[in-house]
């Protein structure tokens, strides 16, 4: 993780004019996270559970976490697991920098956004499995399993606007705008 600076008093410091940005999130970085944003919408808003397509959206899905595993060691410096491994201590000292005022900056995830996306990732490898263990004979009807797709996928859901509600939050404390970096790939220096 690369800190950038300690904020005074709770601010960020105001961008300067024409300020510099860099490369921080790579297209597969970023085609990862907006293919799993739209194969959530989709199938949890859009198609219906079990038919055609929210079956080939969950193989997408799968597809995508595999890439993302094998990106996470072989990729550029943030996009690898190594850059943002949570560790108690690093989520605790992003804590207490958020409660006193002095939190720093990460130009790649946070401690607590770590968490958040480590979270995801296992969420979302749960509800491709336990989708495509519905779909095999040993499981075919299940009910229990059926429940605990939805539950997963729910809890999905639930992370989900937790995570898009932080970047809103984190954008307007830093004085950047996160969701634009994540389409961009660009992020203040």
Same mark, same amino acid.
């Given at each position: ?107 790649? $995830?946070?401690?607590? %956004?770590? &968490?958040?996306? !480590?979270?995801?990732?296992?969420? +979302?490898?749960?509800?491709?499995? #336990? *989708? ?30 937790? $995570?898009?509600?932080? %970047?809103? &939050?984190?954008? !307007?404390?830093?004085?950047?705008? +996160?969701?634009?970096?994540?389409? #961009? *790939?660009?992020?203040?220096?």
């Amino acid at each position: 993780m690369t800190i950038v600076n300690s904020q005074r008093e709770g601010h960020a410091p105001s961008p300067p004019a024409g300020e510099t940005t860099i490369k921080v999130w790579d297209p597969i970085v970023r085609a990862f996270h907006w293919t799993v944003v739209i194969a959530c919408m989709l199938n949890l808003f859009v198609l219906e559970e079990g038919k055609y397509w929210h079956r080939v959206t969950g193989y997408v899905v799968a597809t995508a976490i595999a890439v993302r595993i094998v990106w996470g060691f072989i990729g550029t410096r943030h996009s690898r697991f190594s850059d943002f491994l949570p560790t108690r201590a690093k989520v605790m000292d992003q804590v207490l920098g958020i409660v006193d005022g002095h939190e720093k900056r990460y130009i790649g $995830h946070s401690p607590l %956004a770590s &968490v958040m996306m !480590l979270s995801l990732m296992a969420l +979302l490898a749960a509800t491709v499995l #336990t *989708g495509w263990m519905t779909t095999i004979d040993a499981f075919w009807g299940e009910k229990w399993l059926e429940e605990l797709h939805g539950a997963i996928a729910n809890s999905i859901m639930v992370l989900a606007f937790i $995570h898009a509600g932080a %970047a809103v &939050v984190e954008s !307007l404390r830093h004085r950047e705008n +996160l969701v634009w970096s994540m389409i #961009t *790939g660009r992020k203040r220096a």
